[in-house]
């Protein structure tokens, strides 16, 4: 039963960590496409979204590393969801005219992740507890 936690667990920091850098990626052409190609509202959109990805992008790579907990992992989840939602929903208006009602979800689930990490970060660890 422990191998196969361990073998998700690699699986999961794998795939985290590798959408993470995609998002990076994605942030950095988002962000010259915002400067470049659109002005006004679509470009503030644009900068909002690449700005959110590439610091989301980040922790991704970085904190399934890190944390490797059930309530880390939960944290991580949300924060690729709220990736998704947010920044899915501002591209999606700057560029096929979708609405940004999922704006808002997204920013939530990302604060909530923040705030699950928060308290997996403050937890005394497996051993002392």
């Known amino acids: 039963m422990a ?4 073998i998700k ?3 999961a920091t794998r795939m985290l ?23 006004g509202r679509t470009q503030g959109w644009l900068q909002t979204a690449s700005l959110y990805l590439l ?14 907990s059930r309530l880390a992992r939960a944290g991580q989840g949300l924060i690729l969801a709220g990736m998704l939602l947010f920044c899915g929903s501002l591209i999606g208006a700057a560029i096929f005219g979708w609405s940004t009602r999922l704006a808002p979800f997204g920013g939530m689930g990302l604060i909530l ?11 005394a660890p497996s051993s002392q507890r």
Request: with cysteine; net charge positive.
């Open 55 to 68: 610091l989301h992008g980040l922790a991704l790579l970085i904190l399934p590393v890190l944390r490797t």
């Open 3 to 6: 191998i196969r936690w361990a």
């Open 17 to 39: 960590g590798g959408i993470g850098g995609l998002a990076c990626a994605a942030a950095v052409a988002l962000g010259a496409y915002a400067s470049h190609a659109a002005d």
């Open 9 to 11: 667990g690699a699986l």
């Open 113 to 123: 992740a923040w705030l699950l990490l928060a308290v997996d970060a403050l937890r």
